[in-house]
Every structure is written in C-alpha cells, then in structure tokens.
C-alpha cells in the first residue's frame, strides 16, 4: 500500500502498477505527488506550498510604494526650514 508523504493518508494505487515518473494524486489533501522511485516506491510531493504565488505579488506592490514615500519626505523637509 503506498501512503502519501504529505498526510499519510492511504492512495489507492498497486505499488506494481506505478512507473517512474508518473504523477499521483492524494485523494485526501489533493497534494500532486510524482513517483520518483519505485521498488520499494517513493513519492516526492509537487507544489506542496501553494502561498509562492501570493508572497510574489506582494513584492511588487511594496516597489510601487517605496518611490512614492521617497517622494514625499523630501517635501515636508524643506516646510519645515522656512518655518
Ligand atoms: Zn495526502
């Protein structure tokens, strides 16, 4: 019985039925698994975090708003002077 790396939960595939190479789905936590060894078979778990994508837009918008901050300090600098 092959078990999944990620949750343990038991995926319903016969260990000689699987080729190298080949992807499998855990059916409890759907992580995609690849098969990277077989005899005894040993799954590598693809895409196991899913918050790579979101941490990347995130980056972008905090470029946006550091050139506007530059900006802006340098104009209440020079009110303050004349005061
Ligand atoms: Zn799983």
């Known amino acids: 019985m092959i078990r999944c790396p990620e949750c343990s939960a038991e995926i319903d595939v016969d260990e000689d039925e699987v080729e190298e190479g080949e992807i499998l789905s855990c059916p ?4 995609e ?19 790579d994508d979101e941490d990347e837009e995130e980056e ?7 050139g ?7 104009e209440e600098e020079e009110e303050e002077d004349e005061e």
């Open 60 to 66: 972008e918008e905090e470029e946006a708003e550091d």
């Open 33 to 51: 698994l690849e098969v990277s060894q077989i005899h005894p078979v040993h799954l590598n778990i693809i895409s196991e975090d899913d918050n």
């Open 28 to 31: 409890e936590c759907e992580s």
């Open 68 to 74: 506007d901050k530059d900006l802006i300090e340098e």
